[in-house]
């Protein structure tokens, strides 16, 4: 689960330093919230995810790893469309998409809230290999 995290964190890094260079070379600045969107709920927000499943190797074989995954992967296009449209200034489409898609990522989100609550425990970072250990003083 945290590879397909990392993989598609990076695709949003990528798509989010592209927006960002289009912006300053054309010196047009309407897509600030797109660029941003793409850099903290694609890749900074799904990079930390890789590195929980990464940390606590139990999280990623709970069924609700799979559905934060999906969730997440099919609201986040939806909502950066819709910020997009809305940047563009078309309201009627942009928002719905955006809604809809944030109500989809926070169905993501609360399935990995879920997952960790059950299944983030002591015992997974005891079994973790030393140098992913989390100091537990």
């Given at each position: 689960?945290?590879?397909?995290?990392?993989?598609?964190?990076?695709?949003?890094?990528?798509?989010?330093i592209a927006v960002?260079?289009?912006m300053a070379s054309s010196h047009n600045f309407a897509d600030r919230p797109l660029h941003a969107h793409l850099n903290l709920l694609g890749?900074?927000?799904?990079?930390?995810?890789?590195?929980?499943?990464?940390?606590?190797p139990g999280l990623a074989q709970s069924p609700l790893a799979n559905a934060h995954f999906w969730l997440y992967n099919l609201g986040a296009p939806l909502t950066l469309v819709g910020v997009l449209a809305i940047d563009h200034g078309r309201m009627d489409t942009g928002?719905?998409?955006?809604?809809?898609?944030?109500?989809v990522v926070a169905a993501g989100i609360f399935c990995f809230a879920v997952n960790v609550?059950?299944?983030?425990?002591?015992?997974?970072?005891?079994?973790?290999p030393e140098g992913l250990a989390l100091n537990r003083r």
């Open positions: 689960m945290s590879e397909k995290f990392l993989k598609a964190a990076v695709i949003y890094l990528l798509l989010g960002g260079i289009t890749w900074a927000s799904m990079a930390i995810m890789a590195l929980c499943y990464r940390a606590f928002e719905p998409l955006a809604a809809i898609g944030s109500m609550w059950r299944n983030c425990g002591a015992a997974q970072a005891a079994a973790m």
